[in-house]
């Protein structure tokens, strides 16, 4: 590496070796303030699905936590299991368009710039927060009739089979995360 522009041209050139490596400096401050512009950009996110019916609407941030449930009120005439399966079916909704506002914030600010990492990051997200319509492998499979008891009354659950496993663990909620970073 002696030839023209080599590491050889360098040390013989104090002023060009200064002059290089406040570029590479500059360039990566402002990498670094568009990854950060990024970042602000996405904690500020906020996606909202609202059931069929019109029931219950939920707010979700970037990270998938719930930052708003409101419900109308027809809800007040709803069983509450159907009311907990509405909630979740509309949290997991808006859930599923999360990756997507994040690769367009991503595309905003950072253009190309770094797609093996954006292309990570994304997948990531896709395989925590799947399409409505795709299997969700936390969400336990949605339960049947309820059987009539022994006795002959109904709407009593059967005791479970058999203890079922706990699911994986979940990220911390945005405040304990200190940098509150969904990356």
């Excluded at 999360?98 to 991503?106: C, E, K, L, Q, W």
Aim: hydrophobic share 35%.
């Amino acid at each position: 590496m002696t030839g023209p522009n080599g590491l050889g041209d360098l040390m013989r050139d104090p002023d060009e070796t200064i002059r290089r490596m406040d570029d590479w400096a500059a360039g990566f401050a402002a990498k670094a303030e568009r990854y950060q512009a990024a970042q602000e950009k996405t904690e500020r996110l906020r996606l909202t699905a609202t059931s069929s019916d019109g029931a219950v609407k939920v707010t979700v941030g970037a990270d998938g936590t719930v930052t708003d449930l409101t419900f109308s009120n027809k809800v007040k005439s709803f069983p509450l299991d159907e009311l907990s399966r509405q909630i979740l079916t509309t949290m997991r909704r808006a859930q599923s368009g999360i990756a997507d506002r994040v690769a367009g914030v991503m595309a905003e600010q950072l253009g190309d710039e770094d797609r093996e990492t954006r292309g990570a990051l994304l997948d990531s997200l896709r395989g925590r927060f799947p399409g409505p319509d795709e299997p969700d492998e936390q969400a336990p499979a949605a339960p049947g009739p309820v059987p009539p008891s022994p006795t002959g009354g109904a709407g009593v659950p059967p005791a479970p089979a058999a203890p079922q496993a706990s699911p994986p663990p979940r990220r911390p909620a945005a405040s304990d995360d200190e940098n509150n970073n969904p990356w």
